[in-house]
């Protein structure tokens, strides 16, 4: 079993910025090996991928609306990911989630919610107008 957690979340101005972590821990884990996602999901909307991470962290990917404005990051001696997000939007407001896939295959992009084993709880975002 994997447990994330993810922290971060509040309430914050449009134009201003936000970093979320996802703490990971488990037994007999191993959190080096994992391909990591950030997701989020806002009222009356289905999932949307934000960004994820390979396990060694040299390549990322973003979704369309988050690109040159969000990064994400890993520091796998401390088992945590990040979601550096600026310039935030009316339209970013939602529930982050983070995600733990445990066999990311070699063509991994991190894009489908289906293939990530491991969820954390959330949390909320929301960026006034």
């Known amino acids: 079993q994997v447990q994330l957690v993810e922290s971060g979340g509040g309430l914050v101005q449009a134009g201003g910025s936000l970093r979320l972590s996802c703490a990971a821990s488990g037994h007999s884990f191993t959190f080096r090996l994992y391909g990591m996602g950030w997701f989020r999901q806002a009222p009356g909307k289905e999932r949307e991928f934000v960004a994820a991470i390979s396990y060694g962290g040299a390549n990322l990917y973003y979704g369309d609306s988050v690109k040159h404005r969000f990064t994400i990051a890993r520091d796998n001696a401390k088992n945590m990911v990040y979601l550096q997000m600026r310039n935030l939007k009316p339209e970013d407001t939602a529930v982050y989630y983070c995600?733990?896939?445990?066999?990311?295959?070699?063509?991994?992009?991190?894009?489908?919610?289906?293939?990530?084993?491991?969820w954390g709880q959330g949390t909320q975002v929301t960026v006034s107008s």
């Open positions: 995600a733990a896939d445990v066999n990311p295959l070699r063509d991994w992009r991190g894009q489908i919610s289906s293939e990530y084993d491991y």
